[in-house]
């Protein structure tokens, strides 16, 4: 029973904004939503987490709408370095790193 | 480099071998943990270690033996492995109990059982 959708695969050119999306319609009120990646042949990556609030970081931000069903992750200016598989993942903060499933997210690749 | 060590990056084994998998960690984190990714397959977690005690044991078949001798180092013994063992070993570790969640990974151990 997956608890977040992501599109299997997308497409962005060099130099623009990346924008991947994922719902997430049965969030509970405690449970934040992570996205991590994992470039091809490498361990996945953290990227970025939040609750409520949109989160920036030195890799992306990260906007949740208001009512906290889905969410966007943002690469403002994407290299082809970030072509990855992107997960979006949900779970209550503290509920044991464990507990975090790596669906099939979203495979980005970006064009020069 | 992402703080998580893995030795040796490829490793090729007969099926009658003995080999080891390891990783080091070099982030003071508590936990540690193994995790297999097969082709075209999702992360699937195998083991995980919290403070060097072992918590979790996802019916990992037996011929996949872990041992952490130290909150800072972690092992993967394998024997007598099958073909469809063949994947990616990936490493990660945690600070438990920080609440954040956030796994650091090494960049796996890739391996082909002939």
């Known amino acids: 029973d997956a608890k977040t959708t992501q599109p299997t695969s997308m497409d962005c050119a060099e130099g623009r904004a990346a924008n991947l999306p994922c719902n997430h319609s049965?969030?509970?009120?405690?449970?934040?939503v992570y996205w991590y990646r994992q470039i091809h042949s490498q361990g996945p990556q953290y990227i970025i987490h939040?609750?409520?609030n949109n989160e920036t970081n030195e890799m992306a931000s990260l906007i949740i709408t208001e009512d906290r069903k889905s969410s966007t992750l943002i690469l403002p200016h994407a290299t082809l370095r970030d072509t990855a598989v992107y997960y979006c993942?949900?779970?209550?903060?503290?509920?044991?790193?464990?507990?975090?499933?790596f669906g099939k997210g979203t495979k980005l690749t970006v064009n020069p | 480099e992402t703080g998580v060590t893995q030795t040796p990056r490829h490793l090729v084994m007969g099926m009658t071998n003995k080999k080891s998998l390891k990783c080091e960690q070099h982030?003071?984190?508590?936990?540690m943990y193994w995790y297999k990714q097969s082709a075209k397959k999702p992360l699937e977690l195998m083991f995980v270690?919290?403070?060097?005690?072992?918590?979790e044991n996802n019916s990992v078949p037996s011929r996949f033996s872990p041992e952490c001798p130290n909150s800072s180092h972690l092992f993967l013994h394998l024997h007598t492995l099958q073909p469809e063992d063949s994947a990616l070993y990936l490493c990660?570790?945690?600070?438990?109990?920080?609440?954040?969640?956030?796994?650091?990974f090494g960049a796996g151990s890739r391996l082909t059982v002939l």
């Open positions: 982030l003071g984190h508590n936990a």
């Open positions: 049965t969030i509970s009120g405690n449970e934040y």
């Open positions: 270690y919290n403070f060097k005690e072992q918590t």
């Open positions: 939040g609750l409520k």
């Open positions: 990660a570790s945690s600070q438990e109990g920080s609440g954040a969640n956030v796994l650091t």
């Open positions: 993942i949900v779970l209550p903060l503290g509920g044991g790193s464990e507990k975090l499933v």
